[in-house]
């Protein structure tokens, strides 16, 4: 079996004769000696509120609200996903105040939600699990929409975003799910990435990616929220792709040697089984001018990202961007193993830097990152600027391989300077941001969650950038545990 097939075989190997029972058994045996399987368990309530237990000062720079999100309902009826992006979707708002933090769990209220939940089992395909008797090929891609990625907070809506299909609309105050958003008729059921780019006025730059038909659709909506133009690009071979990059003048999207096989989506494989990694094709960067909506084409080694932390013009001709890039997509293994119970570690993602000349049309990277790392976000405000300041996820090379996740915070200045801070081993991190409103030049706290294992519990923290290393100056403790989420956003009073 030659590379080209590796990773689409041993997938299949691991869901083709899913079983949501055994996969149940397999979980809950290994929970009882793993206490890192805290970070994939259902959540079991549709709703959760509670005042959160602080130890230390609150900062009087840190006032307005952390929305979260990611998939917390794993199991229903005895049955169990196969893979941990399938979930359902759980808004959380972390409301933060000199007066202390309250927290509310909310799950999305999809067609996929109430679908599962009147039959009460598991009855829709996700990304990585085949459900028998669903077929993701028919009928609107939004019954599939597990709303479970991202939440941003625009022109006065609250959306839970998902990536192939719609964003959901939810009330601020309820967290009550209100439906799917429609930019327009035309668009209506689309996709619409969970990873949405923000201008200086406030003006969103987004995309969608059909995979299937080779067409990759780009937003660009007022701060008013009322779309102001899309175009519909035919890519061939377009890859399944995550995010992507915004300057002052362009968009970039990094499409790796990842490519979806409808032939396999109709022999009965998950999404995830249907991709075909081919890395002797290498990864294609495609540059879009946002003035005209031209095209140009480069290409980079072969390799793997899921997220891009930033891109900025050099004023010399190039687009220099940054993201997390890996040798290959095996750490999409990992959502599965998980969800058994099981985990041993893979080499992962590191910073990288790639240098896109576009008078000559050559392109050319290097690894910047000291070691394993995820989660890059930058400060509002700093899309498109070289000085951007960079909060990420690290992986200790000291970490057990047979835990999961990131157990490291770090954070880079606008100088270069770096800090990190360790929260161990007996913590599953999750993402950070910067709290900070979007004019800030220099933004002093980060805020983010962390799965504290021992306990059980999802612990809010705060650093200042100034002595990140120290530790947090205050955290927010949780009297209970929300599964492992993927992202969010601060929005300041």
């Not at 005895?78 to 000199?98: P, V």
């Amino acid at each position: 079996m030659g590379e080209r097939e590796h990773v689409t075989a041993r997938a299949r190997s691991r869901s083709k004769t899913w079983d949501g029972v055994e996969l149940h058994q397999a979980f809950e045996y290994a929970s009882k000696t793993r206490p890192w399987t805290v970070g994939y368990r259902s959540f079991d309530r549709d709703r959760v509120e509670s005042s959160a237990a602080l130890s230390g000062k609150w900062p009087e720079g840190v006032r307005g609200t952390l929305y979260r999100n990611g998939p917390a309902r794993h199991e229903r009826g005895g049955l169990r996903y196969g893979h941990r992006w399938d979930g359902d979707g759980m808004l959380q708002r972390f409301s933060m105040s000199t007066d202390g933090v309250q927290h509310v769990g909310q799950y999305v209220h999809t067609a996929k939600y109430k679908a599962d939940t009147a039959q009460g089992k598991l009855a829709t395909s996700g990304f990585g699990t085949k459900v028998p008797g669903s077929d993701v090929l028919k009928g609107s891609v939004d019954d599939a929409n597990a709303a479970n990625i991202n939440v941003v907070e625009f022109a006065g809506e609250l959306l839970a975003l998902w990536e192939a299909g719609s964003a959901y609309r939810l009330d601020r105050k309820s967290l009550q799910t209100l439906g799917p958003k429609s930019w327009s008729e035309l668009l209506r059921g689309k996709p619409f990435s969970a990873h949405p780019r923000f201008e200086q006025d406030g003006t969103m730059w987004n995309f969608g990616v059909d995979p299937l038909r080779d067409q990759l659709t780009i937003y660009r909506i007022g701060p008013d929220g009322s779309l102001r133009d899309f175009r519909t690009i035919s890519v061939n071979r377009l890859s399944p792709t995550h995010d992507f990059a915004a300057t002052e003048h362009h968009l970039v999207f990094l499409l790796p040697p990842l490519t979806l096989s409808q032939e396999r989506l109709e022999a009965g494989t998950s999404f995830a089984e249907a991709c075909q990694w081919s890395p002797e094709l290498g990864m294609r960067v495609l540059v879009i001018d946002k003035s005209d909506w031209s095209t140009r084409w480069m290409e980079l080694p072969s390799g793997c990202l899921f997220h891009v932390a930033n891109a900025w013009e050099d004023g010399e001709g190039a687009i220099r961007v940054e993201y997390m890039r890996s040798d290959d997509p095996m750490s999409l293994f990992a959502g599965w193993s998980v969800m058994a119970g099981e985990y041993r570690h893979q080499p992962g993602a590191r910073l990288t830097t790639a240098s896109l000349d576009l008078r000559s049309g050559t392109a050319k990277q290097s690894v910047i990152g000291e070691t394993e790392g995820e989660f890059p976000v930058i400060a509002p405000g700093h899309v498109g600027r070289p000085d951007a300041p960079l909060v990420c996820l690290e992986r200790t090379p000291t970490r057990p391989a047979s835990l999961p996740g990131f157990d490291v915070v770090a954070w880079r200045g606008s100088d270069g300077r770096t800090s990190r801070f360790v929260y161990g081993d007996d913590w599953l991190v999750e993402e950070h941001v910067f709290a900070a409103h979007r004019g800030d030049s220099a933004p002093r706290w980060i805020v983010g969650t962390a799965l504290d294992t021992r306990n059980e519990q999802t612990v809010l923290s705060v650093f200042d950038v100034r002595g990140l290393a120290d530790g947090p100056v205050v955290q927010a403790r949780l009297p209970y545990s929300i599964p492992l989420g993927l992202h969010g956003t601060y929005t300041p009073d």
